[in-house]
């Protein structure tokens, strides 16, 4: 499953910095038939404790993560949806992603300019968010003059896109985003085919700087909107350290935890990046694990056993017949699948199963 996390921000916010700091955890391109070798392009693994100790427990010659793509794409500038800078290649990267972080900067730096000339995060959010929506509101308009013939004709989708681009037109121009709107099950059909940048899901990125002045360490005034703003529109936000997480980028193990603790901080940010872009995206990861490899395996939440082996073969669906289906870590506590079959652990699942999250499946075709 290819999914991608598109990075957009004003320019001078740490984008291209985060995006190094995300690639240091490429894995091995070769294994991932969708990856592209754009240089712009990171496919990233999802940290999971799960899947290494699963491959110890199996002896696997290969382990293979879930993974998520991150685009790095072109700044933004106000002006962008009329063409401004970039404009035109910036939103035709963004409308090829499935989700968006946006990076703002919550750090003031008298030696890293501010396109604006001052730090507000949330007046950045507003100048970005601002700039997708008129993109959207011109595919919108486009649309909405092609569609007046096609409804004359009585075309039945033509009639349901129709009334859904009419309900969506004046929330855009109002400056809201189209994801704020409520469609039945018809509409969305109809208006995701329109690829709207504003019906992706925003994660929020805010960079913060290591010794500098940030604002959600000083409470400042300017913070404290910016997560009312947050609760006000029920949205996901990491906070990341941009410039520590690429310096620590090539440490590993004691040596990369010593530092991050002489440096003060708790978390790793690209780590909690990841796990939240996936978590975004509505995904849950399940696992396939044998002498030959370990595999976590990305599906959508909700996926019924038949679907879900569809990302290891399109075939699973149609010539599904059941699934062996066990959690990962009582699996591990059996110290062996014959041991947890003979408590009975491991379950005949038929196409009505729901897979859950941590679950190690081998299916029955």
């Known amino acids: 499953m290819s999914l991608s996390i598109g990075i957009v921000g004003l320019p001078n916010v740490g984008k291209s910095t985060l995006f190094n700091a995300l690639t240091r955890k490429a894995v091995a391109c070769e294994n991932y038939p969708f990856c592209t070798i754009d240089p712009s392009v990171g496919v990233v693994a999802v940290p999971d404790e799960r899947i290494a100790k699963l491959s110890t427990f199996s002896k696997s010659a290969k382990t293979l993560p879930a993974v998520v793509e991150f685009v790095d794409i072109a700044g933004l500038v106000k002006g962008a949806s009329a063409g401004e800078g970039l404009g035109n290649k910036f939103l035709t990267n963004i409308r090829e992603t499935d989700a968006i972080a946006e990076v703002v900067r919550i750090f003031e730096d008298d030696n890293i ?198 990302a290891i073969h399109g075939d699973f669906k149609d010539k599904f017949v059941r699934a062996e289906v066990i959690e990962w870590d009582k699996l591990l506590a059996s110290g062996s699948y014959g041991s947890a079959r003979e408590k009975g652990l491991v379950r005949t699942e038929g196409k009505e199963y729901v897979v859950k999250d941590g679950d190690v499946i081998e299916f029955k075709i």
């Open 113 to 310: 300019i501010h396109v604006a000339n001052k730090i507000d995060p949330l007046s950045d959010i507003e100048t970005i968010n601002l700039e997708l929506i008129l993109a959207d509101l011109q595919t919108v308009t486009k649309r909405q003059g092609s569609l007046a013939s096609e409804v004359k004709k009585g075309t039945k989708t033509s009639i349901i896109e129709n009334g859904a681009v009419e309900k969506l037109k004046p929330i855009l121009e109002s400056g809201k985003l189209a994801s704020t709107v409520t469609f039945d099950e018809k509409e969305i059909v109809e208006i995701y085919k329109l690829c709207l940048i504003t019906m992706k899901p925003i994660l929020y990125v805010l960079n913060k700087k290591a010794g500098g002045k940030n604002l959600d360490e000083i409470k400042d005034e300017r913070y404290l909107k910016l997560i009312n703003f947050f609760k006000e529109t029920n949205s996901k936000y990491v906070v990341v350290d941009a410039g520590i997480e690429h310096e620590l980028k090539d440490l590993e193990g004691a040596d990369k935890k010593e530092m991050r603790e002489g440096l003060g901080i708790k978390e790793d940010g690209v780590d909690d990046l990841i796990k939240a872009g996936y978590d975004l995206l509505g995904l849950i990861t399940y696992f396939t694990t044998g002498e030959d490899e370990t595999r976590a395996w990305t599906i959508k939440k909700g996926w019924t056993a038949p679907l879900a082996g569809t």
